[in-house]
């Protein structure tokens, strides 16, 4: 799940769980005969959300109704969207890999990125490699991490990847292309004394 996705679901669940509460209780309060605050507008257990004055004053309005449905609509199609991008899996499951006789093979994701990681782990300067395939299981992408040693050359890393790691997974799964997004952090390590 990416940052942003896991960002504002935390923000939505804060929110949604705020006024859950805070509407409920208040609710519960008033619906108990407990005592509510002045300005809240249902104090008895007989009061509705909407008397049949309310309800009737906005009926005249042409605009009224068809406000409140577009409004409603679209709330509806955002928390489908949102309750969709929960079911999304980023992690791509399997590869297709096209076995030459029309029909087919599959491969597991996370066998293809256990060979991808392995081999970009024992590059030149590389102390560890993470990789996750992502996308359709016909064009998958390839999202990499690269933990460099201190010693290590950037540049020739991410030539090395390109040219073996990535070229071999890509032949031995029969794609046309695999694209890759590869990010290099250094590892983290003390100041050498110098005497």
């Known amino acids: ?6 960002t504002v679901n935390r923000v939505l669940l804060v929110l949604a769980g705020l006024v859950l509460v805070c509407g409920g209780g208040a609710v519960l309060a008033a619906g108990l005969g407990l005592s509510v605050p ?15 004055a309310d309800r009737d004053r906005w009926r005249a309005e042409g605009w009224w109704w068809p406000t409140v449905l577009v409004v409603l609509a679209v709330l509806v199609v955002l928390a489908l969207w949102w309750f969709l991008a929960q079911l999304r899996r980023a992690r791509l499951a399997e590869v297709l890999v096209d ?12 066998a293809l990125e256990g060979v991808l990681a ?22 998958p992408r390839a999202r990499i991490r690269l933990l460099m040693e201190p010693h290590a050359a ?6 090395r990847l390109t040219d073996e790691a990535l070229a071999h997974a890509r032949d031995s799964a029969g794609l046309a292309e695999l694209p890759a997004e590869v990010r ?8 050498e004394r110098v005497s």
């Open 1 to 6: 799940m990416t940052a942003v996705l896991r």
């Open 38 to 52: 002045s300005w809240w507008p249902w104090d008895g257990r007989t009061d509705v959300l909407l008397s049949r």
């Open 99 to 110: 076995s030459g006789d029309g029909e087919g093979a599959l491969l597991r994701g996370r």
């Open 118 to 139: 392995g081999e970009a782990g024992t590059l030149d300067g590389v102390a560890r490699a993470q990789v996750m395939l992502v996308g359709r299981r016909s064009t």
């Open 154 to 159: 950037p540049d020739e890393a991410l030539g």
């Open 184 to 191: 290099l952090r250094a590892v983290k390590h003390r100041a």
